[in-house]
């Protein structure tokens, strides 16, 4: 499988998922409208399932695919005092301030070819002859980026600009179908997750099988891979999207 190494994150595109979105996309040539889908991988799981609640897509998708995604999750102990309760102020830059250094010098080490390798073979489990020099360049080349670690900070502290909601309640706001395609031996994104987003569905959408109680109803398919399963089982991913894609575009 051919891969084109990124070309990093622009300042600009850093705010949050979804903040860019072009509803003229859903048009096709001469004007016409096209029917979409959407599809993501890890953190783009959920900038699709972010993307699939946007109302300036609702005439044009049909479908929401997570591939691993991932998202935060609601704490079930947590009382809605406890979720709006903010730390003194002054604690709070100081803790920020260490955090930022300590993640910036991870970064640094992180970064590095070799440890991209190494990181990569963990999420690789089924085929870890997928961890080719191109595959690594691919990760490497974005990370050379002046912005880059600032994403990276982000990323690992949560602290994207503006509050993020919960995989709770974009699943709440879903409207469309869903298929989880799920590679089973992810060390990150454990099939735990895919299991509490079924039950979540089910508790916002009910067992609604075929559509049968509402708009979104839920299809998860289990794949022999890592965190990568579009990657590492092409054929077992493709099939199980194309099988999802003709019943969502008939």
Same mark, same amino acid.
């Given at each position: 499988?051919? !891969?084109?190494? =990124?070309? @990093?994150? %622009? #300042?600009?595109? &850093? $705010?949050?998922? *979804?903040?860019? +979105?072009?509803?003229? !996309?859903?048009? =096709?040539? @001469?004007? %016409? #409208?096209?029917? &979409? $889908?959407?599809? *993501?991988?890890? +953190?783009?799981?959920?900038?699709?399932?972010?993307?699939?609640?946007?109302?300036?897509?609702?005439?044009?998708?049909?479908?929401?695919?997570?591939?691993?995604?991932?998202?935060?999750?609601?704490?079930?102990?947590?009382?809605?005092?406890?979720?709006?309760?903010?730390?003194?102020?002054?604690?709070?830059?100081?803790?920020?301030?260490?955090?930022?250094?300590?993640?910036?010098?991870?970064?640094?080490?992180?970064?590095?070819?070799?440890?991209?390798?190494?990181?990569?073979?963990?999420?690789?489990?089924?085929?870890?002859?997928?961890?080719?020099?191109?595959?690594?360049?691919?990760?490497?080349?974005?990370?050379?980026?002046?912005?880059?670690?600032?994403?990276?900070?982000?990323?690992?502290?949560?602290?994207?600009?503006?509050?993020?909601?919960?995989?709770?309640?974009?699943?709440?706001?879903?409207?469309?179908?869903?298929?989880?395609?799920?590679?089973?031996?992810?060390?990150?994104?454990?099939?735990?997750?895919?299991?509490?987003?079924?039950?979540?569905?089910?508790?916002?959408?009910?067992?609604?099988?075929?559509?049968?109680?509402?708009?979104?109803?839920?299809?998860?398919?289990?794949?022999?891979?890592?965190?990568?399963?579009?990657?590492?089982?092409?054929?077992?991913?493709?099939?199980?999207?194309?099988?999802?894609?003709?019943?969502?575009?008939?």
């Amino acid at each position: 499988m051919d !891969r084109e190494a =990124g070309t @990093g994150l %622009r #300042r600009k595109y &850093v $705010a949050g998922p *979804g903040r860019r +979105l072009h509803p003229r !996309r859903g048009l =096709g040539r @001469g004007g %016409r #409208r096209r029917d &979409v $889908a959407i599809a *993501g991988n890890s +953190l783009g799981g959920y900038t699709a399932l972010f993307a699939s609640t946007d109302e300036r897509l609702a005439d044009v998708l049909r479908g929401t695919v997570l591939l691993n995604g991932a998202g935060q999750f609601r704490d079930p102990d947590a009382s809605p005092a406890e979720e709006a309760e903010r730390p003194n102020p002054i604690i709070e830059s100081v803790s920020a301030a260490i955090q930022r250094f300590v993640i910036a010098c991870s970064f640094v080490y992180i970064k590095q070819p070799m440890r991209i390798a190494q990181i990569l073979t963990s999420v690789y489990p089924v085929t870890a002859e997928s961890v080719d020099p191109e595959l690594v360049s691919s990760i490497h080349t974005p990370a050379l980026d002046p912005d880059a670690p600032e994403v990276f900070f982000r990323l690992i502290s949560g602290k994207g600009r503006g509050g993020q909601p919960l995989v709770d309640d974009l699943l709440r706001e879903l409207k469309t179908p869903l298929l989880l395609a799920w590679g089973r031996e992810d060390p990150w994104i454990r099939p735990a997750v895919a299991d509490k987003i079924e039950v979540l569905h089910a508790e916002f959408h009910g067992e609604n099988e075929g559509g049968s109680n509402g708009p979104s109803w839920l299809e998860r398919v289990d794949i022999d891979a890592g965190h990568c399963p579009h990657d590492e089982n092409p054929a077992a991913a493709n099939k199980a999207i194309l099988d999802f894609a003709e019943k969502v575009f008939r």
